[in-house]
């Protein structure tokens, strides 16, 4: 149980920096509600388990290539949030979307899945779960204590996500048409920032 408790922590504190995957969930919260929030946040806490679980099962091979690797990770994680941001500045007058508006599974998967693979090719993701390396590796390489660190990783990072889109998605409530048309030109901006970043951290890294 103090395994778990220890992989809910960190789980929880590592979802819950400031990042584009944050932003990204706040978005989709705002405008589809908080299905969409929600499931963006699940393919974030799917990828933090993933990380979790090369820690905790012994994979310090892989563990130490993906590090090596966070500069080509950095460079494909920087298109994508760049070519996310440019799409949502010309999409930002659209339609805003009813609260009843009902989702398709199809767009909640592919919430989900473009979420773990934008976490995946975070470098930041990568170098948080590098420095939290020894707290995630259980005593004697248990794969039992394993699977229960890396279960608590899953859970505490769900929660925060849970938290976030639930949250947010209370507030939808409040926003007018035009303050959401203002929050996709924001997100649109912090996106192509976020993206400009991501190829600076390839450039020094």
Known sequence: MDLFVRGVAIGFVIAAGLGPIGL????????????LGFATGLGAATADAAYAAVAAFGASALGAALVDARRPLAVAGGIV?????????????????????????????TAWATTVGLTLTNPMTILSFAAA????????????????????????SATWWLILAGGTSIVRRAVTPRGLRGVRYASAVLFIGFGIVAFGTALVS
């Open 133 to 156: 390396f020894v707290a995630l590796v259980p005593p004697d390489q248990d794969p039992g204590a394993a699977a229960r660190i890396v279960a608590g990783v899953g859970l505490g």
């Open 24 to 35: 990204l969930c706040i978005r989709r919260s705002l405008e589809s509600g908080f299905g």
């Open 81 to 109: 949030l760049i070519a996310l941001g440019v799409n949502a500045w010309l999409h930002a007058a659209d339609r805003v979307a009813a609260a009843d508006d009902r989702l398709s599974r199809r767009d909640v998967v």
